[in-house]
């Protein structure tokens, strides 16, 4: 599984994620995106999870579609 950490989310939580991919925004250089944007660029280059600490995302995008 491909694992997208977006800003924020401590790296050492990727320890526990033994057997997938592991890749953080800020080193893709999508540390610049906003919400909308980072959801599509994660979806394009085949991402399974996006994990942030965003608690408002579900209220600024509609998570149903995806």
């Known amino acids: 599984?491909?694992?997208l950490f977006d800003q924020g989310v401590p790296f050492p939580i990727?320890?526990?994620?033994?057997?997938?991919?592991?890749d953080v925004s800020a080193?893709?250089?999508?540390d610049r995106l906003r919400?909308?944007?980072?959801?599509?660029a994660a979806e394009q280059a085949g991402y399974d999870?996006?994990?942030t600490t965003d608690?408002?995302?579900?209220?600024q995008?509609?998570?149903?579609?995806r």
């Open 1 to 3: 599984m491909r694992v």
């Open 14 to 22: 990727s320890r526990y994620l033994t057997g997938h991919t592991v």
């Open 27 to 30: 080193d893709l250089g999508w």
């Open 35 to 40: 919400n909308g944007e980072l959801l599509i």
């Open 49 to 51: 999870v996006l994990l």
């Open 55 to 59: 608690k408002n995302l579900r209220y």
């Open 61 to 65: 995008q509609n998570l149903k579609v």
